[in-house]
């Protein structure tokens, strides 16, 4: 009977164990001030702006909010790049909508971008026809 006992207790505990799996996905919550003097090298502009994101860790999914004024001129892109904080680097998701001053969006990312992700590795950045490499920028940063 003791037997019997520690058996469904060890099963219980075992299917406890496994139905918690997806309770350890987290959401992260991130954000990224956005200013002139961030931009590699730094441009002078009166612009700035903010984005909050959330990831997702099971899912992957990045979501996104953010606005932007003071800007020379409209935006006329916006992109997550990869680079640590001081050098540009690639764009990795582009961002829609910044030239109407607020924007948001979602995209999924892959194991490569979120491992740079939560390492400190992305900056968004804001472009315009003044300053076609990036008008405003920040890194993103939990």
């Known amino acids: 009977m003791t037997t019997t006992f520690v058996r469904s207790g060890l099963a219980a505990l075992a ?12 959401s992260i919550n ?7 003097s961030n931009e590699v090298p730094p441009v002078d502009s009166k612009g700035s702006g903010s984005v909050t994101a959330t990831f997702d860790t099971a899912s992957k999914q990045l979501s996104w909010k953010g606005s932007v004024s003071g800007l020379s ?7 997550f790049h990869s680079a640590e904080s ?12 910044a030239d109407k001053g607020s924007f948001e969006g979602s995209a999924t990312l892959t194991d490569a971008q ?12 804001i472009h ?15």
């Open 15 to 26: 299917c406890t164990v496994l139905l918690s799996a997806p309770a350890l996905a987290a």
């Open 30 to 36: 991130l954000k990224a001030d956005l200013k002139s």
């Open 73 to 79: 001129g409209p935006a006329t892109a916006a992109h």
């Open 86 to 97: 001081g050098k540009n680097g690639a764009v990795v998701v582009p961002i829609a909508g």
């Open 114 to 125: 979120a491992e740079e992700l939560m390492a400190g590795k992305w900056y968004v950045n």
């Open 128 to 142: 315009t026809a003044a300053n076609k490499a990036g008008e405003v920028r920040g890194q993103v940063q939990k």
